[in-house]
């Protein structure tokens, strides 16, 4: 997870967090498809959301006057530019979207992004009565955002420096990242 590495130091446990459960090669990202056939309402509610759709906010002429707040250029096509890959598109550097595979499967924040790469964990948490299951699915690689990490993970993006954003908007600072009312912008919360 390269995104990790520009983070801001109030985030930093979220690293420790993190980084303690990759203690051997990093886990490869397997998709969204790979998550559909289980969570398939969470799955159709977040197609439509604004995280699924993120890379097309990289396209010329898409929030032109965004892009100018933030002394980005409007009929620039920045779909091509490395530096906003890390949180428009999902495993970047890692597998998934590359320039030369630019396949519409990576594109825009997905579940992976902010639940871990699901190489090691798919198959063990699908084990309802699995012992020890936070622990083990944490060292698995499973991150649930506003738990394990802590909003760390909203905050890689949010609250980066990286973010063309994040100088001009004191409120990604001033955010509860934990408050459900967020929820609308990813998907809908699971079905007790
Ligand atoms: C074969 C079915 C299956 C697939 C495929 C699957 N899941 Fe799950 N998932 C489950 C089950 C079963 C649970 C446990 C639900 C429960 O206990 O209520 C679960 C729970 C979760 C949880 C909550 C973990 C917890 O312990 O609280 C997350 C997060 C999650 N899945 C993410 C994903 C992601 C991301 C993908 C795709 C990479 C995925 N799942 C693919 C079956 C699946
Ligand atoms: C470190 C993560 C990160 C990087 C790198 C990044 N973005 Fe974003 N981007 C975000 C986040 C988070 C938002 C949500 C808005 C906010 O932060 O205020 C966003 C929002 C946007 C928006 C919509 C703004 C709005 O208010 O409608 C545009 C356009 C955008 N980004 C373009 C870019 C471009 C172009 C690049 C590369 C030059 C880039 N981003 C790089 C994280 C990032
Ligand atoms: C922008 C971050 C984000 C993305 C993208 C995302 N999730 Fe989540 N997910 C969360 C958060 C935060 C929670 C914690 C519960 C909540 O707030 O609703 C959660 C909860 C879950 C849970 C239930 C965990 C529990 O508490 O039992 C499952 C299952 C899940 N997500 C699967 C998915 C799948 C599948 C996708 C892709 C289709 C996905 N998520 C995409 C942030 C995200
Ligand atoms: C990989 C980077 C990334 C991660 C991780 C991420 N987001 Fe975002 N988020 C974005 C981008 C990019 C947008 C811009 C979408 C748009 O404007 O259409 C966005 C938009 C939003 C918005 C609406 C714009 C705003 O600033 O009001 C909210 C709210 C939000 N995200 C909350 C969250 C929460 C909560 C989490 C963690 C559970 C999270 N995000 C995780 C990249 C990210």
Not at 141 to 169: M, Q, V
Request: aromatic share 10%; glycine share 6%.
């Amino acid at each position: 997870m390269r995104v990790l590495r520009q983070l801001p130091l109030l985030a930093a446990f979220a690293i420790v967090a993190l980084s303690a459960g990759s203690a051997w090669a990093e886990a490869k990202f397997l998709g969204n498809a790979s998550c559909e056939k289980c969570h398939k309402e969470i799955f159709d509610s977040w197609k439509k959301s604004i995280h699924a759709k993120a890379f097309d906010l990289l396209a010329p002429n898409t929030r032109a006057d965004k892009k100018k707040e933030a002394g980005l250029k409007p009929a620039e096509d920045y779909r091509k530019d490395k530096s906003c890959m890390n949180c428009h598109v999902m495993g970047w550097d890692a597998g998934g979207y590359s320039f030369d595979k630019p396949a519409d499967e990576w594109k825009g924040v997905g579940c992976e992004v902010c639940h871990g790469a699901a190489e090691r964990y798919l198959e063990l948490h699908d084990k309802k009565d699995l012992a020890k299951r936070d622990k083990k699915l944490k060292q698995a690689g499973l991150t649930k955002p506003l738990e394990s990490s802590g909003p760390g993970t909203c905050a890689t993006c949010h609250y980066s420096f990286d973010n063309p954003y994040s100088k001009i908007r004191d409120k990604n600072r001033e955010r509860n990242w934990a408050d459900p009312k967020w929820r609308e912008t990813y998907h809908v919360a699971p079905k007790k």
